[in-house]
């Protein structure tokens, strides 16, 4: 089992900035790829990125290459998601999820953490 809890989420103006954290625990080799989607309202939850714990791998979808960023403190057991030049679009709730491989799809993931709302006001 593999415990995830996402923190970090707000409210900010557009162009803004946001770092979200997902603090794993548990059997977290048996996961070693982390990712990062999104759900707006009425949508379908969204790749955003994802990176594996040994910091290769890192990729992320069209619509925040170039704003966002992962990275990792295999220390803390803790994947960050640092959202810059935010857009209104951006709003959604943002989960980390882990899996045994890079996968673009929810269905790929195991374990699911519970969400932070990030909203983006124009």
């Known amino acids: 089992q593999v415990q995830l809890v996402e923190s970090g989420g707000g409210l900010v103006q557009a162009g803004g900035s946001l770092r979200l954290s997902c603090a794993a625990s548990g059997r977290t080799l048996s996961t070693p790829v982390m990712g990062w989607f999104r759900q707006a309202p009425g949508k379908e939850r969204e790749f955003v990125g994802t990176?594996?714990?040994?910091?290769?791998?890192?990729d992320y979808a069209d619509s925040v290459k170039g704003r966002f960023t992962i990275s990792r403190d295999n220390a803390k057991k803790t994947v960050y998601l640092q959202m810059n030049s935010l857009k209104p679009e951006d709003t959604a709730v943002y989960y980390c999820a882990s899996a045994t491989r890079p996968e673009v799809v929810p269905g790929g993931y195991a374990y699911w953490g519970q969400g932070t709302q990030v909203t983006v006001s124009s």
């Open positions: 990176i594996r714990w040994s910091g290769i791998g890192i």
